[in-house]
């Protein structure tokens, strides 16, 4: 479902740390990587004033390399341009599957990667976009390692407000279940905010209601021949509310829908999802809305 990616590099620690763990994206059909790094103009010019090119080369054939020993058939390409855009352009036109972008880490260019490069493509892209969290190693200044342990298949967590966005992202966990994801937790949040002034009263009525919902998607996914699937409706703050079930449940990748605007407008899987992906300690996958 996978079969070629795209894997955003800024050859900072924590890019580093994402090429080291992407393995497990081969149960899922990943074949081919195009390792890209992207450098705006301004970028390119005062890279070259401060870096040896020659060791930047030699940085991205290094994680080429990881890649390869990972079994993945790699490419290893550097364009100028506004990042972002790049990303968006190539993955649209050479019909990639999936991007993969890290979650934190400091750039060559000084520049955040989720709050530049990576934020911009998890808003406008039309393609799947994997969100890999990062940390500094204990005792280490510029090593990174994954958050959690990469092995994607292991327990995928979903969380849907049922809506179109949400219906979409469904179908992709679907494909993960026929690839062999071993658990998965099927959870919706009632938003405490939104019911709070005037449907509290009603709440009994709606869990009820959509534990019925959960309940049906839960017998799709069993005719895929899932081995264990939990479902779940809580009440509170949604991206608090599935954080905390990433951690208490240790889930190994979050699925979520998102509509590609940003922080503009409310939409359960519009903002929230941005916020899952700042708070996560999971890796998240962001499927945009059918467009």
Known sequence: M???????????????????????????????CLLLQCLSFSDAASTALSYNTDLLEGMLNEQKNILEKQGFTVEARTVFGAPKQEIIRIAAKEDYSLVVVGAQGQSLVEEKLLGGVAYGV??????????????????????????????????VLLA?????????????????????????????????IRLEKHLTARLEEFNKYDQG?????????????????????????????????IRERNAQLVVMGTQGRGFVGEFFLGSVSHNVVRKSVAPVLLIPGVR
């Open 122 to 155: 998890i808003n406008k892209t039309i393609k799947p976009v994997l969100v890999i969290p990062t940390e500094k190693k204990k005792g280490e200044d510029k090593a990174c390692e994954p958050v959690t342990r990469c092995t994607f298949n292991d327990h």
């Open 213 to 245: 919902r959960l309940e049906n998607m839960k017998q799709t996914l069993l005719q895929k021949g899932t081995p264990q699937i939990d479902t779940e409706v809580c009440y509170g703050i949604p991206h608090e509310e599935i954080t905390r079930l």
């Open 160 to 192: 849907t407000d049922f809506s179109e966005m949400a219906d979409n992202a469904f179908t992709y966990v679907e494909q993960l279940v026929a690839h062999g994801a071993r658990k998965v937790t099927l959870v919706h949040i009632q938003d405490k």
């Open 2 to 32: 996978f079969k070629r990616l795209i894997v955003a590099t800024d050859l900072s620690p924590a890019s580093f740390a994402v090429v080291s763990c992407l393995s497990g994206l081969k149960s899922y059909g990943a074949e081919q």
